[in-house]
């Protein structure tokens, strides 16, 4: 039994998030949260639907034990075996129109003929939402990730024990990459060599794998090429996966000098990763609840900035984790929004300078009580190694 | 250099298809197509997005040259390096509203300060659609999908030498899997060789990999377990992956006996699957220019019909492949659209007795000027093996 088996949602938990999702429902004025495949469904059952064009819905109304699971008839006996909640399941044949079916039991849901609201899920494909809003002539149409979003920020002690597991595995990952051979392979090469190590390393899957070269590290969300890695340059390295349904999202970035003593990181690129190093520390120190999300954005931001890279540092400082690799909260400027204890999010700025290099840092963190609790442990100082 | 880098979509292909894009925006009476991530924005421009919440979109007016590529502003070295065809990039920054962006381009392409009617991608996820209709207070929203759908189902002969490139891995991944040892283990740790196999023989990437064994097999979606596979039950093997970007999706049935003679086939299952395998090969003769897609679905369902079966056919025939493993045409009754040459689909009817056992075969078939041109070769007799 692997670490992730052992360590997993208790049931209990799902119904207490199913019972809550009614509650946000009536919060919200929604006659009904919608909810197709994806992370909220996950998070409200357990159950991990194909994504497809055949529409998995969970429909929650206001009433307490109001939920209904529509799925296709021939996923019936994989929805049952995924569902780790007492929901009532409710299929549709290959024939039927699942969207008159959903509007139905929304409409049975409001107790109305023509229901005011619904809300759906932040990921839930247009095609699905245009039949529903035609099958619901006049309806308002919300967010029902939004809707929930106070539940999915503040993680249970689980969900941070799978996140720790999987920062702990991406951890693993980065340091076999970083002591194996990389000069002379292409990028796409090692990136293959990433995602086979993070499955092999306890990982579900692997969802991504940057390896960005040279002048590609200015490229922060660079897909790996055909370039082949040279001694003397910088490669960024952000990977991740998902461990028993949680994300795992680091970057380090290494220096490669194919074992040649002058091929080492040039003065300008040894203080502009100082310069990021600090950042990311003055960053992850500012984690407490009740700061704002901004906060942590500005505390790197002006690190930088105030060692003339601010230009160079086109991006937010971090997004939150957990059932998906970007979630609520963003830490980025113009979010007020005040952390809690529980959210766990990434900080990693970056430094790129265009046509030439670049470097990011990452680590996702979760607000405790009293401070940061960084889950990556891997080592963060620039490794200058042979590649 | 591989097979599927030596066989890909030359970057004429990409002009033509925006081109054919604009006229299709106005045959739809759209003031633009607006394409997220995904598949069709992979075809119109070869770029590959990464699928997150932050905004990309094509935005293709009527008039000739009038796409323009929304991108946040950190991927635009990816989008840049990722295009096939020249399109001018529009650039967003992380406090930015990509939403209004998009809006004032869509007005531009329209020459009007309401634009009367909008068309989104099918896969545009309902959080962005949502801000874009707030955008564009009062836009009819149709599918730029669907207006595009004539294009993309008709595949080019480079599309179709890539999907049987992944096609040709994926009938190799079945051979080696049916050839190996499955008694005694669970059907998760086979699911995890099949992703390994289909990247080994080529694949950009595994998307699925069910492995449903004894009574699994009567649950057509299943998703592999930690059952433990016995001798002396079939196994329902559904497997695929992007290969060149390229979908390919195959299922055998295999029957394991641990080596022991008296475990093979029960009588009622070898004659399940032999109306099933006849049941699959008339599906695939009917296969021409010209019939319509429901009678692909009739013909396979007639001969498991006339057999007491019906009941336990549960799903449609088959449905298109391309750039996503499931696109237009789907073939399912009701559908009266008639196949065309250059349309590529699966054909897999199933038959399942819920509790017992089930099976299935499917192959993908392009159609061709004159007939059928399967694409898989693995053999698709039940395969009874030691395991």
Same mark, same amino acid.
């Given at each position: 039994m692997t670490l992730a088996a052992r360590t997993s949602i208790p049931a209990v938990r799902y119904q207490e998030r199913l019972e809550a999702a009614s509650l946000a429902a009536a919060d919200a004025g929604s006659d009904a949260l919608l909810f197709g495949f994806g992370a909220d469904l996950r998070y409200l059952t357990g159950y991990e639907a194909i994504e497809t064009e055949r529409l998995t819905m969970l429909v929650v109304g206001q009433g307490a034990g109001s939920a209904r699971l529509v799925v296709p008839l021939l996923e019936e006996p994989a929805a049952r075996a995924g569902c780790r909640v007492d929901v009532p399941i409710v299929t549709w044949g290959e024939t039927d129109d699942p969207s008159a079916l959903v509007a139905s039991l929304v409409r049975e849901a409001a107790g109305a003929d023509r229901p005011a609201r619904i809300a759906v899920s932040d990921r839930l494909w247009a095609s699905q939402l245009l039949r529903l809003q035609r099958a619901l002539p006049g309806v308002e149409t919300g967010s029902a990730t939004a809707a929930i979003r106070g539940l999915r920020m503040t993680k249970d002690p689980e969900e941070v024990a799978l996140l720790r597991l999987a920062a702990q595995a991406a951890d693993r990952v980065v340091d076999q990459i970083a002591a194996g051979r990389l000069v002379g392979r292409t990028e796409a090469d090692v990136s293959r060599e990433v995602r086979e190590r993070l499955v092999a390393e306890?990982?579900?899957? +692997? *969802?991504f794998a940057i390896v960005a070269s040279?002048?590609?590290?200015?490229?922060?969300?660079?897909d790996a090429s055909d370039r082949v890695i040279q001694a003397g340059e910088p490669i960024v390295l952000d990977i991740g996966g998902l461990l028993g349904g949680y994300a795992s999202d680091i970057t380090r970035t290494i220096w490669v000098t194919g074992g040649h003593p +002058?091929?080492?990181?040039?003065e300008e690129y040894r203080h502009l990763f100082a310069v990021l190093h600090s950042a990311q520390a003055q960053a992850t120190q500012a984690?407490?609840?009740? &700061?704002?999300c901004e906060a942590i954005d500005a505390a790197a931001r002006d690190v930088i900035a105030g060692e003339g890279y601010g230009e160079a540092f &086109?991006?937010?400082?971090g997004h939150g984790i957990g059932? *998906?690799?970007?979630?609520?909260p963003y830490l980025v400027s113009g979010n007020g929004e005040a952390l809690g204890e529980g959210m766990a999010f990434s900080i990693e700025p970056g430094i790129y300078l265009g046509g030439r290099y670049g470097a990011r840092i990452e680590d996702i963190v979760v607000c405790g009580p009293d401070g940061p609790i960084p889950l990556n442990e891997a080592e963060r100082d620039l490794r200058v190694v042979p590649g």
């Open positions: 306890g990982h579900d899957h +692997a *969802e040279g002048p590609n590290s200015a490229s922060p969300h660079h +002058a091929k080492g990181p040039d984690v407490r609840p009740g &700061i704002p &086109i991006h937010r400082t059932l *998906e690799g970007h979630e609520e």
